[in-house]
């Protein structure tokens, strides 16, 4: 079945930078857009970034671009996010998923922090 195992949250203080990994498996990876999306407390989660397939490009939302890069490995089923530049407004838990895929089951997520 499809699964999703974020990891590399941490605690960052304001103009840090943290690395997020999201490893992906029950599905073809290499053929599949993929997204992050974030939810910070008591709001929605939103989408952040999405890498295209083909020439894995990535698009952002407004409040991340610039400061974000995404990536990923096709090899190793894994979607990647170096965030540059936190701010406290990006404190939230982060997932990875497949982006036009609703029914996928949300992974554990993995808690960004970033604060003084």
């Known amino acids: 079945q499809v699964q999703y195992a974020e990891s590399g949250g941490g605690l960052v203080h304001p103009g840090g930078s943290l690395r997020l990994s999201c490893t992906a498996s029950?599905?073809?990876?290499?053929?599949?857009?993929m997204s992050w999306y974030r939810q910070a407390p008591g709001k929605e989660r939103e989408l952040i970034a999405t890498t295209m397939d083909r020439d894995g490009t990535t698009r952002y939302i407004d409040a991340v671009r610039g400061r974000f890069a995404g990536s990923r490995d096709d090899a190793r089923s894994t979607l990647y996010l170096q965030m540059n530049s936190l701010k406290p407004e990006d404190t939230a838990v982060y997932y990875c998923?497949?982006?036009?895929?609703?029914?996928?089951?949300w992974g554990q997520g993995t808690q960004v922090t970033v604060s003084s």
């Open positions: 029950g599905f073809r990876f290499a053929g599949d857009i």
């Open positions: 998923k497949r982006t036009f895929y609703d029914n996928d089951p």
